[in-house]
DNA sequence: TAGACTAGTTTGCTTTACAAACTAGTCATT
DNA sequence: AATGACTAGTTTGTAAAGCAAACTAGTCTA
């Protein structure tokens, strides 16, 4: 398994990533930070998950609803806005700007 | 020309994409500043960009040093120390690894 | 009943981001 | 010689983020 990435890189990004997976299907938080850790993006701690999801939900991007769960307690599952698709294309679109501009210096570097 | 990248999206990266041009070349601040708008990381405000420095100065990453110009007031060229040519590898790592992890769940999502 | 795992909230400290104000140099107009 | 535009850097003050840690609370297994 590849390395970590440090949370200072991840920062950014956090957000688009959170609404791509919300937008495949709904989650809750601790299930969210599973799921990320899936995909490589090392654990997020939860100091930095909730607060974050509470204020992209008052950011309207997101909105949380309370179910039971017969294995633990109370889960708040997120579902994705029709503004946060919208803000979830900008991220990918922005995304596709930054990688092209970094990749660019780093190929630079390479074969100098 | 591509739209600008969101000081939120540049955040984490920025000192990483510092360390490759500095890598390239010593600069200073301001010449700093236009090199990456040339590469299409939009105007970074100085209010980030030189206290930045200067932490990554005291990091030990790089050296400034003053030099007068001939067509304005003094500048401050900074350059890569070999510590900083580590950070800038591991930075490049991150890089690549973070951008699998996102880019998997870019594409996850348009063929769903 | 104690420990492990799940799930979420809140508090408090530290770091970061950055607008804005300030100093200071060159150069072209007016 | 004064004004404005551009270059170049520092400092200050405020706001926002990140997050460890403490706390509550539910299930399940040993």
New interface residues.
Partial sequence: M??D??S??????L???IL??L??KAEYGYGLSQEMNR???SSVPKGTIYPLLTAMEKRGFITGKRKASTLGPTRKYYYITATGKQEKDR?????S??????N???K??SH?
């Avoid at 700007?97 to 970094?102: C, D, E, H, P, T």
């Fill in positions: 590849a390395q990435i440090s200072q890189v991840l920062k950014g990004i957000q688009g990533v791509m997976i937008n495949k995909y490589g993006l991220f990918i679109q922005e995304w700007q930054l990688q092209k501009s970094v660019t210096l780093i630079e570097e100098d």
